[in-house]
């Protein structure tokens, strides 16, 4: 479990836009995710498909697959608590009370 960078356009401004998000792989597959399913990167992920990530300064594109599956979420979420024990505890307080999403990234 780590954070990436990614990089999105916006899906009104056509701007392009880099956040850092939490990652982390399960069963061989990159997932990414928010507590907040109305953050602006998440909607420009939904509205594009796509995505790109950094890494070592250079990009690689990504198909983004929006998962409505509580198990995985639940482990995707253990992850996190057992890699960042900390980190976890205070990632609730960044929730808008808004629903998490996870994002399949192929």
Do not use: C, I
């Amino acid at each position: 479990m780590s954070t990436v960078t990614l990089r999105h356009r916006g899906r009104k401004s056509g701007e392009v836009y880099e956040v850092q998000v939490w990652a982390a792989t399960l069963g061989g597959t990159l997932y990414v995710a928010s507590l907040d399913d109305s953050r602006n990167w998440v909607r420009n992920l939904r509205a594009a498909g796509s995505v790109g990530l950094l890494e070592a300064e250079k990009e690689r594109s990504y198909t983004v697959t929006e998962e409505d599956d509580e198990a995985l979420m639940l482990r995707f979420r253990r992850q996190t608590r057992r890699d960042h024990p900390f980190v976890a505890r205070l990632l609730p307080l960044f929730s808008r009370g808004s629903r998490p999403v996870l994002f399949k990234l192929t």
